[in-house]
C-alpha cells in the first residue's frame, strides 16, 4: 500500500512565524505534490518536484518555498505566515508515466 | 492555469438511485484521475484513465480526451457514497483539479 505521511497533522501558527511542512513517501516516486484545499476553489497546486534536489513552482507558489532533499522528503516552507495562509495542505506523491497520485492525509493550518 | 469544471455542483441522490459526475476541461490532457473525499477529508482514489472507460463495482468512468471531458457514474447509491467527488487532470507536467462535486446520498 502506497504510503504518504504529512505532519503536523494540525497547526497553529502566529502571523509574520515561519512554518515548515513536512511530507514523507514510501513509494519511491520521483514526483512529489503540495496542494491546498480552501472553500470553493478545490485543490490548487503550490510546488512540485521531479526528484531529490528539484523544485518548480506551481499554480499558485507566492509566498511559499519548496525544499526537496532526498527521494522521500518534501518540505513546504512559508517563511512569514500570512492569515490568508489559513487552509489545509495535501501533499501527494506520483510516479512518472501514468502519474497516479497518492495523497497524505491532510495538514490544517491555522494562522492567527 | 486553464479551468476544470466539474458538473453539477452539488448532488443529492436517494439510496439505490444513480447518476453521472462530468469534468470538462479545456485543453487535451493525458489522463485524468477521479477521487472521492470522504467525511474526514481523506482523499480516495477511484481511478485513473489515460483512454477509454474503466469499471469497479457500482463506478464507471469514462475519459474522452479529444472532446475533452471525463465522466464519473455511481449506481445503485449507497449512504457511504456521500463525499465530494474530485476530478484531476494530466497534463504531463502535473495534475489540476476540478472544483468538485459535492454528493450526499439520503435515505
Known amino acids: 500500500e502506497a504510503a504518504v505521511t504529512q505532519s503536523p497533522r494540525n497547526k497553529v501558527a502566529v502571523t509574520g512565524g515561519k512554518v515548515t511542512l513536512s511530507c514523507n513517501q514510501t513509494n519511491n516516486h520521483n514526483n512529489m505534490y503540495w496542494y491546498r484545499q480552501d472553500t470553493g476553489h478545490g485543490l490548487r497546486l503550490i510546488h512540485y518536484?521531479?526528484?531529490?534536489?528539484?523544485?518548480e513552482k506551481g499554480d499558485i507558489p507566492d509566498g511559499y518555498k519548496a525544499s526537496r532533499p532526498s527521494q522521500e522528503n518534501f518540505s513546504l516552507i512559508l517563511e512569514l505566515a500570512t492569515p490568508s495562509q489559513t487552509s489545509v495542505y495535501f501533499c501527494?506523491?506520483?510516479?512518472?508515466?501514468?502519474?497516479?497520485?497518492?495523497f497524505g492525509a491532510g495538514t490544517r493550518l491555522s494562522v492567527l | 492555469g486553464m479551468p476544470v469544471e466539474q458538473n453539477p455542483p452539488a448532488l443529492s441522490l436517494y439510496e439505490g438511485a444513480e447518476s453521472g459526475l462530468r469534468c470538462n476541461f479545456s485543453?487535451?490532457?493525458?489522463?485524468v484521475q477521479w477521487f472521492q473525499q470522504n467525511h474526514r477529508g481523506r482523499l480516495i482514489t477511484l481511478f485513473y484513465l489515460a483512454q477509454g472507460t474503466k469499471e469497479n463495482g457500482r463506478l464507471k468512468s469514462t475519459f474522452n480526451s479529444k472532446e475533452r471531458y471525463s465522466t464519473l457514474h455511481i449506481k445503485d447509491a449507497q449512504l457511504e457514497d456521500s463525499g465530494t467527488y474530485f476530478c484531476?487532470?494530466?497534463?504531463?507536467?502535473?495534475?489540476?483539479f476540478g472544483t468538485g462535486t459535492k454528493l450526499q446520498v439520503v435515505p
Open positions: 501527494a506523491s506520483g510516479g512518472t508515466g501514468e502519474n497516479t497520485l497518492y
Open positions: 485543453t487535451t490532457m493525458k489522463g
Open positions: 518536484s521531479y526528484g531529490a534536489g528539484s523544485t
Open positions: 484531476a487532470v494530466n497534463s504531463g507536467t502535473y495534475q489540476r
